[in-house]
């Protein structure tokens, strides 16, 4: 029973219960009008218009006509079914079935006012802060305006939001405050990061150091594309997204099972295409979800929000100290999850590489950084996946050579000076590690002379 639930649960986070409800009440719709047609009893009315509508198709009379047809409504309210009946064939049947196909077009007008009026509103007016869509912009609204010339940027995932504390590093390096900027973002993916520096440029160039945080999972065609990337990814990436890759092999695995898993996957990554053409052209598939939300912020119901707290910092974590000891158990559907479909879009290596060019156009120094997970989930990562997660150490290392960047990749809490009970869960830091991380990075900083002119 508890595992029933918990794939209903999955199956309403994918969203597919909209889809199935969307597509059952369509469905209901077009077999009952159908039943209606071939069954229902013809009213004087209905017979009149398209009697009347064949004489004036036909040509026998004219609407208007002295000693005609009495023509009693507008002449299109008959010529149009008259025509659709000199053209398919009188009869009640036709203009029924017409009839059903005008319903239909209708609930296509419906959809396409949705999405016009849904696309016309402003996206601060849709999305709330707290969704995953929204916190992109609350952060270019509420966050990067107060950072006017920011000089060491970081950028990634929650990891890195909850890794670095700006104020701190700020006083460590003696720097000034508002010199440093996280823009770390839950969920946060290479493209996210590169629509941070398109959109705000003029702010970000002038800083001097640009910090890349690269989970493992940034690269994958599936995990890689992230939330906001059906939202405002180019058309030609839409398009073309159902690249060939190549599906890492895990260890132990037959070349029979690997083959079949790589099947499944190129099927996966086909229909995220399709998702991503849907939601390109019917964006009420993503934003419609948010819209009674938004309208209950605007009459001032209270909600979640992001907090940019005393350290310059919005956090995920909120513990103060992690838990010392953890099961491995705890982190393997996690583990599964980010590892089992692995390998390594283009795309999602050239929203990196992309990112790297701009910054070094604009003069910034570019590092590439990679935090530690917890160390038993680490050890988990390792014993099930360790090929794909050196496979991806070696992706990384190759794009610091390529780019001509330092690379900074970390396996375990203690290259970093962390141990377990600075994290609170399998790798977001708490309170006291993000202390001893930001310590950390001040004194890389330091040592390597990145912000020397």
Excluded at 1 to 18: N, P, S, T
Excluded at 214 to 225: H, V, Y
Excluded at 336 to 344: L, S
Aim: with cysteine; charged share 25%.
């Amino acid at each position: 029973m508890r595992k029933g639930w918990q794939l209903f649960g999955k199956f309403l986070r994918r969203g597919l219960l909209a889809h199935v409800l969307a597509a059952a009440g369509a469905g209901v719709y077009l077999v009952q009008s159908i039943a209606y047609a071939i069954t229902q009893k013809s009213m004087l009315d209905e017979g009149f218009y398209l009697y009347k509508g064949l004489l004036f198709a036909s040509g026998v009379y004219r609407p208007f006509q002295d000693y005609g047809p009495w023509t009693h409504k507008a002449p299109l309210a008959y010529l149009i079914p008259g025509y659709v009946q000199a053209w398919f064939g009188p009869g009640l049947l036709t203009g029924r079935v017409f009839a059903v196909f005008v319903s239909l077009l209708g609930l296509l007008g419906v959809v396409v006012v949705v999405e016009l009026g849904l696309r016309a509103l402003p996206e601060d007016f849709i999305l709330p802060p707290f969704s995953r869509l929204g916190i992109f912009r609350w952060f270019e609204r509420e966050v990067i305006p107060k950072f006017e010339r920011p000089q060491i940027v970081f950028m990634g995932t929650s990891r890195i939001a909850d890794g670095i504390a700006p104020r701190l590093l700020n006083e460590d390096l003696g720097l000034p405050p508002g010199a440093t900027l996280n823009l770390g973002l839950q969920g946060g993916t290479n493209f996210d990061a590169l629509q941070f520096y398109q959109r705000n440029r003029e702010t970000l160039r002038r800083a001097r150091l640009l910090v890349i945080n690269m989970d493992e999972w940034c690269f994958g065609s599936l995990s890689g594309a992230g939330y906001r990337y059906g939202f405002a990814a180019p058309w030609n990436e839409r398009w073309h997204f159902a690249q060939k890759t190549e599906l890492l092999r895990n260890d132990g695995e037959s070349e029979d099972d690997w083959r079949k898993r790589d099947e499944r996957h190129r099927e996966n990554v086909r229909q995220r295409r399709t998702e991503l053409l849907l939601d390109g052209v019917f964006q009420t598939r993503l934003l419609l979800n948010y819209f009674p939300r938004a309208v209950l912020l605007k009459l001032g119901v209270k909600t979640r929000t992001r907090i940019l707290d005393d350290n310059d910092q919005v956090r995920t974590a909120r513990t103060e100290v992690g838990p010392e000891m953890t099961d491995p158990a705890n982190f393997t559907e996690r583990i599964h999850i980010f590892y089992r479909a692995y390998d390594f879009h283009p795309f999602m290596l050239g929203h990196l590489r992309q990112l790297v060019c701009l910054a070094q156009a604009d003069g910034l120094r570019v590092v590439l950084l990679q935090m530690p997970n917890r160390r038993v989930y680490q050890e988990e990562v390792e014993r099930y996946y360790r090929h794909s997660y050196e496979a991806q150490r070696k992706v990384l290392a190759g794009l610091a050579s390529e780019f001509r960047v330092p690379a900074f990749l970390y396996r375990f809490p203690e290259d970093c000076g962390l141990e377990e009970r600075d994290f609170e869960d399998y790798g977001h830091l708490a309170f006291r590690g993000t202390r001893k991380f930001t310590a950390f990075v001040a004194e890389l900083i330091r040592t390597h002379r990145l912000l020397a002119e």
